[in-house]
């Protein structure tokens, strides 16, 4: 097997070129690449949103324990082998699985923490390594543009990319016209009990801080992971005015909790679970879907388009980005609202 992919990466090379990735390295790749691994769900579902045909291997089932994320993916993604990943829950990529699936590049996620893993993981594999950089949202357009080049999709990636650009720029537009005390205390709960949450300076924060959620939990990151143990008594001493849910089993309960009764957020029915249908909007992973997670979280904290509204907003998304057309009833299931 190995020989095989030897074999094929050389003769590869006779038709490449040289492309300077988003690390700002130097990479040879092939000059028509039609087989890509993305390393990390960040740089696979960039990948998806592009052309899902490109890809050769997933980091983990993408509808294993999210039934609803069932018929919005194409059968050809969910059809392809778990090779492991390199980013969060992923257990790390197995290498003869890897080999076996034959990309002729590896699509890494520019990152420190993810750099290094890549390093380690595919610096006997021979196998061009290309760093797409995906760690904020404002990123998102310039990836996008980034692969349209790289997979020669530049119509497609063209597309997603004014969407991007005007996503981000009504967002901001519509943060501009609200006050700094006028902006919400925005508590994001994650974990079954809800006791865990994101430091001011985290990137798993970053769709609700930049849709103008301000976060209670004033700390410094001690890594990428997140997830900050706090207490109950932190929270009622934030005492959010909004809380969004990362977990359903905590948004199912924190309303009849006694624990939680007495919260703001609570009291007042701001509470907001996340969508995750076919990927999370908010984080964990975070990727494109972040682009209609931060209309979503600015819909929850400002009020600013009604449910009808924001429903179209999400269908059209689903439609661009993933190739879905969604009816009310799915649309509202995924959302949350009637």
């Not at 404002?138 to 990636?157: C, H, Q, V, W, Y």
Request: charged share 25%; hydrophobic share 40%.
């Amino acid at each position: 097997m190995r020989i095989l992919v030897f074999v094929f990466l050389f003769f590869s090379s006779l038709f490449a070129r040289e492309i300077t990735d988003m690390a700002g390295r130097k990479v040879v790749v092939p000059e028509k690449i039609t087989k890509v691994f993305g390393s990390a769900p960040p740089s696979t579902y960039a990948v998806y949103a592009i052309d899902p045909s490109l890809l050769v291997g997933l980091n983990f089932s993408p509808i294993k324990g999210h039934n609803e994320a069932s018929g919005l993916l194409d059968k050809r993604f969910t059809a392809l082998p778990v090779v492991g990943g390199l980013q969060g829950g992923v257990q790390g990529i197995n290498r003869e699985s890897l080999l076996a699936v034959r990309p002729e590049i590896v699509l890494a996620w520019k990152n420190d923490a993810s750099a290094k893993l890549a390093e380690e993981a595919l610096g006997q594999s021979k196998i061009p390594t290309v760093y797409l950089d995906l760690e904020r949202i404002e990123n998102i357009p310039t990836s996008l543009a980034f692969l349209g080049e790289l997979l020669d999709k530049k119509d497609r990636a063209n597309k997603l990319v004014e969407y991007s650009k005007n996503a981000i720029a009504k967002t901001k537009d519509a943060l501009a016209k609200i006050p700094q005390n006028k902006r919400p205390v925005v508590y994001y709960a994650e974990g079954v009990d809800g006791l865990a949450t994101e430091c001011e300076d985290s990137s798993h924060y970053e769709t609700i801080k930049f849709a103008g959620g301000i976060n209670p939990h004033k700390c410094r990151s001690k890594n990428g992971m997140g997830l900050e143990k706090v207490s109950m008594e932190q929270v009622m001493s934030y005492n959010p005015d909004i809380i969004i849910i990362q977990e359903k089993i905590f948004f199912d309960t924190v309303k009849s909790d006694v624990k939680w009764k007495n919260i703001k957020a609570v009291k007042n029915g701001e509470v907001y679970l996340v969508p995750k249908a076919p990927f999370n909007w908010v984080d964990r992973p975070p990727s494109f879907m972040r682009l209609l997670g931060v209309q979503w979280v600015q819909k929850a904290i400002f009020k600013n388009k009604s449910d009808a509204e924001f429903k179209k907003t999400a269908k059209e998304f689903y439609k661009l980005f993933l190739n879905v057309e969604l009816g009310d009833a799915q649309i509202s299931s995924i959302i949350g609202i009637k």
